[in-house]
């Protein structure tokens, strides 16, 4: 496990933390409400990759960029997310806690030597965390072996009705992104149990039979021979994308992957975990089915941004129908 310290002084600044992957929600504000829980589980940090890969379309110049230019880094790149009950030797700056509850500057400092360590956001529409500054902490220790795929089982996995919301709208709009540029503009034959990204598909893509074939693999699931497309899990810890023996692997986080390609194990889950009120879910064999997910139109326009298809004129006109939106617009409500 890691303990973070101060870069100036030392002073121990974390308990001990495990490294797990950085939550596609992180960074997204939804809504103006008050939103239960913090970002990650006590005793873990996440480290902002500060982009999303290389950019194959300008936002402002029509001009395409050169292949693999990469997305500018964005000023807090290399930030530690943790929980507020992690941070250790650590005070207030009382000059700055005026009106920064959305964790615009520094506000907590080392006790020991007084310098800006870390921001606090707490604020309406975002998930409490506290970003540690890559500039003035330094990490010790070392990080815990990743569980090797056939060992992650049950370690990781959620309820789902209690994965948030915009926990599902934010992946449902990247891997929305990801089926579309994948698709060849023709409308894909999508696997049971994957209804929840197939409403939007429906609206962009033309009606008729379907191409590429999509199918859910993984540990424990192995892909439909013959399928061009595979919604496949992201290692829960390290991030790593699950290949096997697949085309065109599409990245979905790990405990949504598990919702869908087990429904089975999430209404086991719905019996032992907290939601037993909602047991009728439990007889309906198609549970995924029923949730509704609308995809988040930012997290879909940002990945077709990072897309080398975008390019292409009919995957273009797609982008440029919902790129300017200022605020989500039909199928992305």
């Not at 943790?82 to 650590?90: E, H, N, P, Q, V």
């Not at 894909?188 to 598909?201: F, H, K, Q, R, S």
């Not at 390290?238 to 405990?255: F, H, L, N, S």
């Amino acid at each position: 496990m890691r303990v973070f310290v101060c870069a100036a002084c030392e002073q121990p600044l974390t308990a001990p933390l495990s490294r797990v992957a950085f939550p596609w929600h992180a960074l997204t504000q939804w809504g103006h409400q008050l939103l239960r829980g913090q970002l990650l589980e006590p005793k873990t940090y996440v480290v902002d990759p500060g982009r999303d890969g290389p950019r194959w379309r300008r936002w402002q110049d029509e001009t395409p960029e050169p292949p693999g230019a990469p997305l500018p880094r964005r000023e807090d790149a290399g930030g530690v997310g943790i929980c507020l009950g992690d941070i250790r030797g650590t005070v207030f700056l009382p000059d700055r806690l005026d009106g920064y509850c959305c964790g615009l500057m520094d506000v907590m400092a080392c006790e020991s030597c007084g310098v800006p360590v870390a921001r606090l956001i707490d604020d309406c529409g975002h998930w409490q965390v506290v970003w540690l500054d890559p500039g003035a902490v330094r990490a010790t220790g070392t990080d815990d072996a990743a569980l090797p795929w056939d060992e992650i089982g049950d370690a990781f996995d959620r309820d789902p009705s209690e994965i948030h919301d915009a926990e599902w709208s934010v992946m449902a709009g990247r891997v929305t992104a990801r089926l579309l540029a994948a698709s060849g503009g023709v409308r894909l034959a999508m696997p049971a149990g994957t209804e929840i990204l197939g409403d939007v598909l429906d609206l962009l893509l033309p009606a008729g039979p379907g191409g590429r074939t999509v199918a859910l693999a993984g540990p424990g699931r192995p892909a439909t021979p013959g399928a061009d497309v595979a919604l496949v899990p992201e290692h829960p810890q390290t991030e790593e994308i699950w290949r096997g023996d697949v085309a065109t692997p599409i990245a979905v986080p790990w405990a949504v992957w598990r919702c869908l390609a087990f429904p089975a194990d999430a209404r086991r889950l719905l019996i032992a975990g907290p939601s037993i009120p909602r047991a009728a879910l439990l007889d309906d064999p198609t549970l995924m089915s029923r949730f509704h997910v609308t995809p988040d139109l930012t997290a879909f326009i940002t990945t077709l941004a990072t897309s080398p298809e975008v390019r292409e004129p009919w995957l273009r006109a797609v982008y440029d129908r919902y790129a300017d939106k200022w605020r989500p617009s039909w199928p992305f409500w």
